[in-house]
């Protein structure tokens, strides 16, 4: 079936380092988006991409999406304690006249001080 | 304000009760979601509707039921024929026209069977 899938499952950085979390669809995607969760909440978007290799940033915060429309990702430069949470991509996959969001496992970002 | 309300925040059920969950929005969309999380987990799909009147299963809708008779409400039933029910479950709504589908969450309801 159609399968979103993300790694790392968790990751450890040390306050002011850089992290990567990297989102691969099965299908090819008419958009994907990303959403954060704070520990005790629920996920709230963050971004956008719907063009074949786009960029986006925000702050210090870098999304791409791949040539194919098949695959993402979700950079942070220099992280802050504020950054922690868990980060999921969703890909939009249309399916004749309906579409649905396929949400990826997510990225658990631990940011020790 | 626009958004999206579920209620309770904290359910506490015993075991073999059915328990319907409440989601609605008022955001005009068309597409609405359940999704179970459970911890250190993410998101999977119990059931999405596009139109009134229409849903498809997700990945777990075993044990799940909904309906969706108004645009603004998407109640979700969870049957005694679930095996493991308890879990934080979000209802999601978006627009669904176009490629224009951000999701925006509900506060989500933490199912507690006992």
């Known amino acids: 079936g159609q399968q979103v899938m993300q790694i790392p499952q968790y990751q450890h950085v040390q306050e002011g380092e850089d992290f990567t979390t990297y989102c691969n669809s099965s299908?090819?995607?008419?958009?994907i988006q990303w959403y954060k969760q704070r520990p005790g909440g629920h996920p709230v978007f963050l971004i956008q991409?719907?063009?074949?290799?786009e960029v986006k940033k925000q702050k210090r915060l870098t999304f791409q999406f791949g040539e194919a429309k098949k695959n993402s990702s979700l950079h942070i430069t220099a992280t802050q304690t504020t950054d922690v949470g868990t980060y999921f991509c969703?890909?939009?996959?249309?399916?004749?006249?309906?579409?649905?969001?396929?949400f990826g496992p997510g990225t658990s970002l631990s940011v020790i001080p | 304000d626009g958004g999206i309300t579920q209620s309770p925040k904290y359910l506490f059920r015993k075991e073999g009760q059915n328990v319907t969950l409440s989601c609605e929005q008022n955001?005009?969309?068309?597409?609405m979601y359940w999704y179970r999380q459970d911890p250190g987990q993410g998101l999977r799909l119990i059931y999405y509707?596009?139109?009134?009147?229409?849903?498809q299963k997700g990945d777990i809708a075993e044990g799940y039921s909904v309906s969706r008779e108004k645009k603004e409400s998407f109640p979700l039933t969870v049957t005694s024929a679930q095996k493991n029910p308890t879990a934080f479950y979000l209802c999601?709504?978006?627009?669904?026209?176009?490629?224009?589908?951000?999701?925006?969450f509900g506060q989500g309801t933490r199912l507690t069977v006992v």
């Open positions: 999601a709504s978006s627009d669904g026209q176009g490629a224009y589908t951000e999701a925006f």
């Open positions: 299908t090819t995607l008419s958009n």
């Open positions: 969703a890909g939009d996959i249309l399916k004749t006249s309906y579409d649905k969001v396929i």
């Open positions: 509707s596009q139109i009134v009147n229409d849903f």
């Open positions: 955001l005009n969309h068309d597409a």
């Open positions: 991409l719907v063009k074949s290799g």
